[in-house]
């Protein structure tokens, strides 16, 4: 957690000590409990569902070869009619030729006009298919972190629908010799996403990417721009916007089974508050309390149960604690004035909120909230700290 100090967090009431305050920036890694746990073996498979997607291109190939059956149909009808007027005219032309060369003069027959010739009302271009998608890849994309794949456990299904409803829309922008004509690529590539876990059933069961995408596909200084680089380009630039939107979905699936499923590393950005030696007082406790901290902070991705981490954060606890027995919120000279309380109760909320024991870091961080002092800084800090350990608090009770 950032914790942003703003500058007149810094001006306390009372200069004597304000100067002497000194934040301690440290960051750490923590392994983050799923919010929905899988019970039973840290094992899980990945299965992809094609019928959807191979589905749709089946039927826009089908559509695609009845249009093109459609037109040879119509062509195929239109050449019968063709001969078999040339073959009535040829008749007549027969007749006419031999009463001629008869000796009899008579009118030559005029040839009967051809219907007129079917012509496509539209190019018939080939249809925007979903181009495959390779388990491999997804496989590959999908790492559950906590877990080994394997069978026997958790099965992550994703089903993909792919490439729906895929136009190009026009927008004209500017005007005169600045109009610009902007081509955007409008579709949907919906994915479900559902992890089912033996014993347990479905767990999670979610939607990902739907709703209608856009993409710019570029600007031209003319509408025939675009027509023209359409004619070499268009198939494989849905090919290639595919694979970028494959990729993209891909990365926040895992993302969204690691939250709520694995067991993901992240990091932890806060202080630690110390003092330094000023007006005759000595701190070197606070300093020795804030070095057992830190190495317990640094501790704490270790492992889930934080055992090693907890073991030197209840070290730093108990300096900070011992100090805490001089507090004297009246005196503002006192080595353990309002202001040092406060800081040492931000320190221990955010101690025992790492060690789980949130009891305790509730206490501290109601005490932090209850002293009317800095201007309100411990009070921003100690809400801070609350806030984040709900967020902790909440999937560690997800996971007895």
């Not at 994915?191 to 209608?212: K, L, M, Y």
């Not at 200084?221 to 675009?226: A, M, N, R, T, V």
């Not at 000595?282 to 902070?297: E, F, M, Q, R, V």
Request: include cysteine.
């Amino acid at each position: 957690m950032k914790k942003i100090l703003l500058f007149t967090s810094l001006l306390f009431a009372g200069a004597a000590i304000a100067q002497n305050v000194q934040d301690q920036k440290i960051a750490f890694n923590y392994i983050q409990l799923p919010s929905d746990p899988i019970k039973g073996p840290k094992v899980y498979s990945v299965e992809l569902n094609h019928d959807k997607y191979l589905a749709a291109n089946e039927d826009s190939l089908e559509a695609y070869e009845a249009k093109i059956m459609l037109a040879e149909s119509q062509l195929v009808t239109w050449i019968e009619q063709k001969r078999k007027i040339d073959q009535a005219y040829l008749l007549e032309m027969d007749k006419w030729q031999k009463t001629v060369n008869a000796g009899t003069p008579t009118a030559q027959p005029v040839k009967p006009p051809y219907p007129e010739m079917p012509t496509l009302k539209e190019e018939l271009e080939e249809p925007i298919l979903t181009t495959d998608i390779s388990e491999g890849i997804v496989d590959g994309a999908i790492q559950l972190e906590g877990f080994t794949k394997g069978d026997g456990g958790a099965v992550i299904k994703i089903e993909f629908e792919g490439l729906k409803n895929a136009t190009v829309e026009q927008k004209v922008t500017g005007t005169g010799a600045a109009m610009k004509y902007e081509f955007y690529a409008k579709y949907e590539m919906p994915v479900s996403v559902t992890v089912e876990v033996p014993g347990q059933g479905i767990i999670i069961n979610e939607n990902v990417n739907h709703g209608q995408k856009s993409q710019l596909i570029n600007k031209y200084d003319s509408e025939y721009g675009f027509q023209y680089w359409r004619i070499d380009n268009y198939n494989d630039y849905w090919v290639t916007l595919q694979q970028q939107e494959l990729n993209s979905i891909l990365a926040t699936i895992n993302n969204m089974i690691n939250d709520k499923c694995g067991f993901p590393t992240k990091s932890y950005a806060t202080e630690i508050y110390t003092i330094k030696k000023h007006k005759g007082h000595n701190y070197n406790d606070l300093i020795d309390a804030y070095t057992k901290a830190k190495s317990g902070y640094d501790l704490i991705y270790k492992d889930i149960s934080k055992s090693d981490a907890i073991a030197k954060l209840k070290k730093a606890c108990a300096i900070w604690e011992k100090a805490l027995a001089e507090s004297d919120l009246n005196d503002n000279k006192a080595r353990i004035n309002d202001k040092v309380t406060a800081l040492i109760y931000v320190n221990l909320a955010e101690a025992y909120m790492w060690m789980n024991e949130w009891s305790q870091a509730d206490n501290y961080i109601q005490k932090a909230q209850m002293i009317n002092t800095a201007a309100g800084k411990y009070k921003r800090e100690s809400e801070d700290v609350e806030q984040f350990m709900n967020y902790l608090k909440d999937r560690h009770l997800a996971n007895q």
